[in-house]
């Protein structure tokens, strides 16, 4: 199974920062890996597709980097809406697997 | 739009069952692969399992395998998941979530969630 680690597990930001989350795969996984966000009591919903292509209605301060085993989502100009959770997911294998979360904080 | 709306969800004992429902809408559903996510109280993303457009592959994941079973409809719109010999870890919301893929220049295929419903919480608990 391929692991993928993010880090940090939590990070309290304040409003216009610009912030990196990162994903580290435990193999290779080529461009195979997508980004999500889950807001409080809500569902998980599609940021970031194959390491760095926005998906439909994504604002723009949004972007994913990265290929190989190392992988990162910037927020660029954080809004106090973009406080969630944030999910790297791995699907080159067919049984994908998720990261265990980034909990990002607005101040 | 794109609508996904699960039911089905709910108390059970362990050892019990019970049969998820994912309602599609908005999109021709037959076009597309379709999966089960969950996520337990407080924790990350679990994958459960994923099904083709015809139904024909299916993939679960270890924690899963031989007791869930994937299923769908494309007359009804709907998606299924029959689970069986039900586990307090089994306690989690479920999430339906249609795959979509993206093809490189190679050809090479990659799949992603690109639409999520809201869930159904399943507890198992005597």
């Known amino acids: 199974e391929i692991v993928l680690t993010q880090s940090p597990d939590f990070q309290s930001v304040t409003p216009k920062e610009k912030v990196t989350i990162t994903c580290r795969a435990s193999q290779s996984i080529g461009s195979s890996l997508h980004w999500y966000q889950q807001k409080p009591d809500q569902s998980p919903k599609l940021l970031i597709k194959?390491?760095?292509q926005s998906f439909s209605g994504v604002p723009s301060r949004f972007s994913g980097s990265g290929s190989g085993t190392d992988f990162t989502l910037t927020i660029n100009s954080l809004e106090a809406e973009d406080a969630a959770t944030y999910y790297c997911h791995q699907s080159s294998s067919l049984r994908g697997t998720f990261g265990q979360g980034t909990k990002l904080e607005i101040k | 739009q794109v609508q996904l709306v699960e039911s089905g969800g709910g108390l059970v004992k362990p050892g019990g069952s019970l049969r998820l429902s994912c309602a599609a809408s908005?999109?021709?559903?037959?076009?597309?692969?379709m999966s089960w996510i969950r996520q337990a109280p407080g924790k990350g993303l679990e994958w459960v399992s994923y099904?083709?457009?015809?139904?024909?592959?299916?993939y679960y994941a270890d924690s899963v395998k031989g007791r869930f079973t994937i299923s769908r409809d494309n007359a009804k719109n709907s998606l299924y998941l029959q689970m069986n010999s039900l586990r307090a870890e089994d306690t989690a919301v479920y999430y339906c979530a249609r795959v979509a893929w993206y093809y490189d220049s190679s050809g090479l295929g990659t799949y992603y969630f690109d639409y999520w419903g809201q869930g159904t919480l399943v507890t198992v608990s005597s």
């Open positions: 908005g999109f021709t559903f037959s076009d597309y692969y």
């Open positions: 194959y390491a760095s």
């Open positions: 099904i083709s457009s015809s139904g024909s592959t299916i």
